[in-house]
């Protein structure tokens, strides 16, 4: 059975084919842009279901890129990138990628990858229960959280490490524990992820994301989502 469109931004003609083969080989469709003017018209033409996106491209970074796209969609939009640095893994993450692949990969690593940006992105464990804490509401069937009776645009993401902390009120949460529930096994010990998307939601449901009340650090620990009146 043929899954979801993936869009390619590569324009290393021995990584897309390798890219492109690895994705057939699971299911998916596949298309190729090897720059970011091309990759955006494809984008809005063929409305991909996942992007793999390289960010040295001969037109321009690909951080731009995400943001553009971040601007119309959710869509998991993964980096495949050389480069190595955690400033600019944290730099991806935070214009908007879900994941963050470095070059030399192996195929089973990111099939893996993009099997789980795609749980992240439909939701895990739905159920028809909505949750209030404070003045922010998360909706579990229509996959929305509301603060204050306004929608938040969150990002899939965004959406479940909300979702986990709301369902996990008042607890001490590691870190290796809230990689481990919202991205998957494997991540453990991903921490720029955690701190740049934690980072990221502070500034959406917080009144002031450098004096958090809801998210709050346990030093060297993890994290306490703040719930005084929780409705599970």
Known sequence: MTKDLVLIVEDDPAISKMLHYILKQDGYKCIISENLKNA??????????????????????????????????????????ARHDEHEIVAALDAGADDYVIKPFSDIELSARIRSA????????????????????????????????????????????LKYFMTHPNQVLTHANVLKEVWGV?????????????????????????????????????????CENEKL
């Open 40 to 81: 955006l018209r494809t984008f809005q033409t063929h409305n991909p279901e996942i992007i793999l996106l390289d960010l040295g491209l001969p037109d321009g970074d690909g951080k731009s890129f995400i943001k553009t796209v971040r601007k119309e969609t959710t869509i998991p939009i993964i980096i495949v990138s």
């Open 118 to 161: 795609q749980r992240r992105s439909i939701g895990v464990s739905p159920s028809h229960d909505t949750i209030v804490c404070g003045d922010i509401i998360l909706e579990h069937d229509a996959l929305v959280a509301y603060k204050k009776g306004v929608a938040l645009n969150l990002t899939p993401t965004e959406f479940n490490l």
């Open 186 to 226: 494997g991540y453990q010990n991903e921490m720029h992820y955690l701190r740049t998307f934690v980072n990221s939601l502070r500034k959406k449901i917080e009144d002031d994301s450098s004096r958090p009340h809801y998210i709050v650090t346990q030093m060297r620990v993890g994290y306490r989502f703040n």
